[in-house]
C-alpha cells in the first residue's frame, strides 16, 4: 500500500469517524525539508485540521511531541495535538492558519516591526523556561558535523573542488574557532529554525502572536542561535540598520527578563555574527545536500544570500579573513569552470 493510501485510510479510520458526518477534503498545506508532509482536512463544518505525515522508517514524532509540550508549557504558540498516531506516523494538529510570517512580510513590508517584536516576545519567553538536561545539548560534536556539511556538499559535490592542504588547515582552524565561541555562550532552548518560514500569524489571537512550527529538532545550545535564525534568514534578508534595532530590543527584553545574555551589547553581538557563520555555512552544505541527495532544486536559489551573509560576518573579524580568502579562490575556480552559487 502507498503513503498516500495510508494517508486516505487514517482519515477514514480516525479522523471521520470523530469529527465528521460527511467528506474531507484533502489539500497539501506545506511540505519542509525532511521527509515530513502536512495537508489541510477541510470538515464538513467549516473547520480545518493539519494533519502531519511522517514515515516512520524515515521519521520519529516523538521528538514533535516532546518540545511541543515544552513551549506550549512556555505559553509559546503551538499547534494542539488532537491526535497522535507515532507508530504509524501521523500527528493531527490544529490549523494555526494559512498565513505564515514569511508570505506575510513579502506581502507587506509595513509589518516588519509589528511582527518581528512578537517573535521576540515568543522566543524570550521560550529562553525563559530553559533548563539543562531535557533537550539533546548543542554539543561540539554536533556543532562540527553540521559545520561539515560545507565542505562535504557546498565545495566537493555542488563546486567540484578539493581543497588544498593548506586549505583545507584554514577551515579546521575556522570550524574550532566557531565551534569554541558557540560553547562558550551562556546556553538556552534553541528552535533550530526560529525563521519566518517557521512563524505563523494566528487568525485567533486577540493580540500579534506567532504560532510557532517545525521545533522537532530542538536543543539546549547558545543564546544567540535563535535570534541571529530569525533576522538573518534563508528567504528574506534586512537592512542592517533594521536588523541591529531589532537584535538590540531583543538584547533588551533578555536583559529585563534575566536571560544570561552578555551584559555589553558589543559582546552579544559578535556571538550573534559568529553563530550566525556557523548556521549559514552549515545551510549551504544543507541546501546543496537538499539538490543533490533529495531532488529539491528550488534551495539552490538561496546559495548567494548564505555567501553574502558569511563573505559579510568574515570580512569584519580578523580571526575570520581566512574564510574570504578560501570564497576569492572558489568563486575565481567555479568561474573558469563555469559552475555558479
Known sequence: MSRDQQIQQWIARHVALRYSDGGISVTPASADASFRRYFRLAL????????????????????????????????????????????????LLSDLGRVGYLAALQADPGLADTLMRSALDALTRWQRASRPGVLPPYDAALLRRELQLFPEWFIARHLGKTLTAAQQQDLDTLFQRLTDAALAQPRVFVHRDFMPRNLMVVESAAAPTPGVLDFQDAVHGPIAYDVVSLFRDAFISW??????????????????????????????????????????????????????????AH???????????????????????????????????????????
Open 299 to 341: 534551495y539552490l536559489d538561496d546559495l548567494p544570500r548564505f555567501v553574502a551573509y558569511a563573505k559579510k560576518t568574515a570580512n569584519r573579524y580578523n580571526a575570520l579573513k581566512p574564510l574570504l580568502t578560501l570564497f576569492d579562490a572558489l568563486e575565481n575556480t567555479s568561474a573558469e569552470s563555469g559552475l555558479t552559487f
Open 239 to 296: 537592512e542592517e540598520a533594521q536588523e541591529l534595532d531589532w537584535v538590540v530590543r531583543y538584547w533588551e527584553k533578555a536583559r529585563a527578563a534575566a536571560l544570561p545574555v552578555p551584559a555589553d551589547f558589543g559582546d552579544f553581538w559578535r556571538d550573534y555574527e559568529w553563530m550566525g557563520l556557523q548556521r549559514h555555512l552549515k545551510v549551504l552544505g544543507i541546501f546543496c545536500r537538499l539538490n543533490y541527495r533529495d531532488g529539491k
Open 44 to 91: 464538513p463544518d467549516g473547520g480545518t485540521r493539519i494533519l502531519m505525515d511522517a514515515p516512520p522508517d524515515k521519521e520519529d514524532c516523538r521528538p514533535f511531541l516532546r518540545v511541543a509540550a515544552l513551549l506550549a508549557g512556555a505559553g509559546v504558540c503551538v499547534p494542539d495535538i488532537e491526535i497522535a498516531d507515532v507508530e504509524n506516523g501521523f500527528l
